[in-house]
């Protein structure tokens, strides 16, 4: 259908009142306008308009609202047309309560009627349909009455508040802690460590982690977008070209890139992952490099890669499911998390704001065009605690779970029962060299003891260790670095603080002969 130069005909020249046999929509797929269910196709979404769902309609006004659908399907994308349908629908049921007869028309009074019902908190509502309706009107088509555009004309409506999870750090809705972004970590890594999450879950939740990008970019991932670059000294970088989203005038789901840098551990595995999937495809399509990356396991030999794809809601509800199957207690509900792919995304631009960065390097982070929706960021309330002291770890040491390790009595109930190298020392904390606790595992480690040796899996503190001292240093760190100002560094510990003060509790619990559990 071509609609150029209508709003210069008379209405009722313009108004042709027949639906065209297939429509062939903006991002290529095809559908039978009179159905009474759309189905609506890109890459990584699929929506279906139900018009059974709708209210009784006149057939006139019936087929008026499938054509102004029809010009969004032409020119929007398939999640603004599912949005349009909403809001339109909203007003229309509002309506049949009122009238109780088949919708004929839109009116003014009809306009005030559903202003009042709404009330201020839903002005949004209003605020979203306002658009449809005076596209309805000038596209022409019977249903819209004038003094309805008139009147939506001269009112001035509020739209949807956003940012308020953000600037008010909702424990439900909006960013994670750090606390609650490292527990997340912790608890990913030592799940795929025990082989309780698969290397497709672990990887699909650290790019969650690392990136923050929306589910839609995930799910249209191909093989391909995954490069490893090799420098001239012989070491390697890998990064992501993550195709763009909610990019306007973009008829293409993979037509604009951005690239995104993995760190060497997740990049190296995300990049291994690649190939896997790439050997898996050969011989199933036709170019097995654009085989999807997070793919729907329940495939048939088919010659289009495209169809492979999983939907965008089907990687959010994924990761979802993976992330509760960890279990992470939120230090501030004391309840588990509560996980969506969309709290990742404010988490990676709160932590940005947190560490000094503006709009436009934040903007560019999450992949925005513009600044419009990036202040909030910069104006949210700083994630981090200013004071530790010991009471507070104490209280928040059984929620964080940050020590994952075992408790045992001394050298004798050590795992490396008789190694000297399992033994732990911390000269520089406690002033000596004598042994404070063991490692269970049997390898080079190259990380920090033992402040990080409290957040380790293999970690066997002693039940007559040094642990107060420990803690006493770590607070005593974490201040200084406080006072100098720089709040992010001072974080770094937070949760091996707390790691230290569940052992000390645990210790307090064995001394004092109770059944504690941990």
Known sequence: MNHNNLSNMPVAARYIGILPAVVTAKQGYRFDPHQDTWVLRELTHEVWLRFNKMPPLRSDFKTALKTVLVWYAENHSIGY???????????????????????????????????????????????????????????????????????????????????????????????????????????????YARNEVTLHEYILSWMFLALGMRPTQYARLKVCDVVRLHSKDGSSSYSVRMPRAKQKGVSNARSQFTDRLLTPQIGGLVFEFARQIESRFTGIIDDPTQAPLFFDEQFAPRANADLYHLQADDVGRRLTAIMRRLTVISERTGEPLKIHAKRFRSTIGTRAAEEGHGELVIAELLDHSNTANVGVYVRSTPAIVERIDRSLAMQLAPLAQAFSGKLINGPSEASRLGSEASQIRAPAIVGNFDAMSSCGKDGFCGFLKPIACYGCTSFEPWLDGPHEQVLTHLIAERERLMDEGDARIAAINDRAILAVAEVIRRCEAARAGSSFRG
């Open 81 to 191: 047309v599912k949005s349009q349908y909403n809001c339109i629908r909203h007003l229309l049921l509002h309506k049949a309560t009122i009238n109780g007869t088949p919708n004929a028309e839109i009116s003014s009074v009809d306009i005030l009627n559903y202003r009042a019902h709404i009330g201020k908190a839903g002005e949004w509502r209003l605020a979203s349909v306002s658009g449809f309706l005076r596209r309805w009107y000038g596209l022409g088509y019977p249903g819209i009455t004038n003094d309805a555009v008139v009147l939506l004309n001269q009112l001035r409506l509020k739209g949807a508040t956003s940012g308020v999870a953000v600037a008010t750090m909702d424990p439900i809705r909006g960013p994670f802690t750090a606390l609650e972004h490292e527990a997340l970590q912790y608890a990913l890594n030592a799940a």
